[in-house]
C-alpha cells in the first residue's frame, strides 16, 4: 500500500520544489505586443495615416442616415458599428476603413452589384443600394447602412456622407 502511495506522488510531481520554467520570450512572443514595422506584411495595403471610424460618422450622422435611434457605437481597430434599438426599427450603420474597406467593395464588384460612380467626391467614390464607398487621399471608407426600408430613400444621404467622410480625413 505505501509503495502505491509513492508510486503515485512520484508521477504527479508532489514533493518538487521547483515549477516548470515559463518559456522564454524567444520561444513565445507576446500576443499583445504590435508587430514591428519590419513583420507588417500589411504594410502597402495600410493608409499611412490612421483614421477613427467612429469620428469620420459620428452618431448623429449615423441616426440621420438611418432615421432612427441607433445605440451607442461598438469600436473595433478599423470599424465602427451602430445598432438600432432593441425594440426597433431595424437598423444598422457600419463604417470600415482601410484595406477592408477597399475589400467589401472588391467583392460587391466580384459579385456583380449595381455600383454607380459618384463624380467629385474623393479620388474615386461609389454607390451601390445600402452602402457607400470612398478613396480619400489612400484611404478607403465604406459605409453600409442595413434597414428594412426602401434603399433608394437613403441614396442621398449615404452621398452626403460620403461627402462629409472626405473633408473629415
Given at each position: 500500500m ?10 504527479t510531481?508532489?514533493?518538487t ?21 519590419d513583420?507588417?506584411s500589411d504594410?502597402?495595403?495600410?493608409p ?7 469620428a469620420?460618422v ?10 432612427t435611434?441607433?445605440q ?23 463604417v ?7 475589400k ?18 474623393g479620388?474615386e ?6 452602402a ?14 442595413v ?6 430613400a ?7 456622407l ?8
Open positions: 505505501i509503495s502505491v502511495t509513492v508510486m503515485i506522488l512520484a508521477l510531481g508532489c514533493g520544489a521547483d515549477p516548470p520554467a515559463p518559456p522564454s520570450a524567444v520561444e513565445q512572443p507576446s500576443v499583445d505586443a504590435p508587430p514591428s514595422p513583420d507588417r504594410v502597402a495595403a495600410t499611412a495615416r490612421a483614421a477613427d471610424p467612429c469620420l459620428p452618431k448623429a450622422d449615423a441616426e440621420r442616415l438611418a432615421g435611434p441607433l451607442d457605437p461598438v469600436a473595433a481597430r478599423e470599424s465602427c458599428t451602430y445598432t438600432g434599438p432593441i425594440s426597433g426599427p431595424t437598423a444598422q450603420v457600419e470600415y476603413v482601410g484595406a477592408g474597406a477597399k467589401i467593395l472588391d467583392i460587391d464588384r466580384e459579385l456583380g452589384h449595381d455600383l454607380k460612380a459618384i463624380a467629385g467626391v479620388a467614390a461609389h454607390l451601390e443600394d445600402g457607400v464607398f470612398v478613396d480619400a487621399g489612400g484611404t478607403w471608407v465604406a459605409i453600409r447602412l434597414s428594412l426600408a426602401d434603399p433608394a437613403s441614396r442621398r444621404a449615404l452621398e452626403d460620403a461627402r462629409d467622410v472626405v473633408t473629415r480625413l
